[in-house]
């Protein structure tokens, strides 16, 4: 069973570049979820995606944007970069028919933006 | 809204005492309640879910919570810790079972292991 893979593991960007973010579920699993991870708090819920479509939404502005591919894999991209987008990106994949919440979560993004 | 609150930040212990770490939840209905380990530079592991049933949950490597719905508590124990549990625990809860909606963590509590 493969688990959860995100690239790349560490990245650099300045302000206002744009960054793309990439992600591979776990084998069977149709569900993507992005969640943001500031230094010393705890991930915060970005958005989701289900059959290609995004079903839900944290409270995170209109320059997050993903999209989800028909293998399940993901891609997370954030426009005009700011100094507080300095983060780890965790990825999380489940399966929704089982609806349980038991997410499982990729090592993780860490991007910095100088 | 759903809000999380693990009411210490920072948790030492000496190897072999028990541990408690601490989580409260604010919700009208009912909840999905988890406990996730983050090991230095790794993503989240589960560590164990209520769902629903009996209020005591056993989770991997030896930890265990106990669901109080009067207190609105999920506190995570272990009778004997390990310096291999130094690591960061997130509290988490799902709204009810509906599609779609996020896991809200806490902050996080820092578990510190030293012999």
């Known amino acids: 069973e493969t688990g959860v893979t995100q690239s790349p593991t560490h990245l650099i960007k300045t302000r206002g570049q744009q960054v793309t973010l990439r992600c591979s579920s776990q084998s069977g699993h149709n569900t993507v979820s992005w969640y943001q991870q500031a230094l010393g708090q705890g991930p915060q819920f970005i958005f989701q995606?289900?059959?290609?479509?995004?079903?839900g939404r944290g409270n995170f502005p209109p320059r997050f944007s993903g999209l989800q591919f028909p293998n399940y894999s993901s891609e997370l991209n954030v426009n005009a970069l700011e100094l507080d987008d300095s983060a780890l990106y965790l990825c999380?994949?489940?399966?929704?028919?089982?609806?349980?919440?038991?997410?499982?979560f990729g090592e993780g993004s860490r991007l910095t933006v100088l | 809204a759903q809000s999380v609150t693990q009411l210490d930040s920072q948790v030492p212990v000496f190897e072999e005492a028990p541990v408690e770490l601490r989580c409260n939840y604010s919700s009208s209905v009912s909840v999905y309640l988890f406990w996730y380990v983050q090991y230095p530079n790794q993503g989240l592991q589960l560590l164990l879910k209520?769902?629903?049933?009996?209020?005591l949950v056993k989770g991997i490597n030896g930890f265990e919570a106990e669901f109080n719905k009067s207190q609105t508590s999920f506190h995570l124990r272990k009778p004997s810790v390990h310096i291999s549990d130094t690591a960061e625990y997130f509290c988490a809860v799902k709204r009810g079972n509906q599609a779609g909606t996020a896991l809200i963590f806490g902050k996080g509590t820092t578990l510190s292991v030293s012999s």
């Open positions: 995606y289900y059959r290609e479509e995004e079903n």
């Open positions: 209520y769902l629903s049933g009996s209020t």
């Open positions: 999380a994949s489940s399966l929704v028919t089982t609806n349980t919440g038991e997410l499982f």
